[in-house]
């Protein structure tokens, strides 16, 4: 079974050479053969310019198509992999189309991966770490308030400030009423403790997405964007706070800090999923980057390496 990566752009390429390393058959699709040679042509020469027709007729049963290109392209290139039976992964995020694929890649025993990234991705693997510890809790309490915020920035990342649904108050507000506003944030960061926050995403995914068990009283739910100063950092800071009776219950973060490593952080958990669907290490449809504990620990084994800082705040410590 092989690999078929479309795209070499610039985020693109550790990942990529990871897979080659690692003795994956890789075939490399790219408009721009010189940028491909560039990435990983010391490696491989499996290097082919990308037209759709030609890739349509390589790809085969059980093989796995990984989408780099820009984000409109993403379920026209899930669609190609599912008409042959293959598995579909790529970095972006989880839009109608690739959704409505989801009972055609069941039939096919096909896995569509989205939002397995940096963010959306490597978030979602620290926020389930979070809700799995707040459920497993010796002072869990079904009925505490939960505040719920993941926050993510990459360089040069410049979010539109007039994004929707950053932030619900669920007791307060009506579903659907969002709360659009930039805003400063203190959080338990090294480099940047107190950054500009603007909105980015539908907060209410995060139910779904972090196994937010819908029972629990979810006061209040903040997705954003980070500003960061330093315009080669990138870091993620995902958090869950319970309160009981006005009184902090239980309060955890889960931070990751990096320097340059932009690139990697984006294309390694790409090539992790492209592993995880080759193994049928989750299951078949269409889904987002792994709640499965185990796997999603082995993912971060392999993201650790690549950043200064990874671990799991207490502020009740």
Known sequence: MSVHWVGTGRAAAPGLRRLV????????????????EDAVGDLTQRLREYDAGALAEEVQDGDVVVSMLPADRHAELATLALQRAAHFVCPGHLTPALRALHARAQIKDARVLAECGFAPG????????????????????????????SLSGL???RPDAGATRLRRGFEDLAVGDPRDAAWQATLPLRASPRVDVVPAGDALRMVEDYSIDPTWRLRSAVRGRMVLPDPGAAAICVSLAAERAGATLWHRSAVLEAGDARAALVSVPVSLAAEAALGRKVPAGVGIAPADPHLAAAWLEVIAPLVRRLETVDHLR
């Open 21 to 36: 390393i690692a003795g994956h058959e890789v075939v490399v699709w790219s408009r721009d053969l010189d940028a491909a």
């Open 122 to 149: 490597i978030d979602h693997l620290l926020a389930q770490g979070l809700v799995r510890d707040w459920r497993q809790a010796p002072d869990h309490d079904p009925d505490a308030v939960l505040d719920v915020m």
């Open 155 to 157: 360089p040069g990342a």
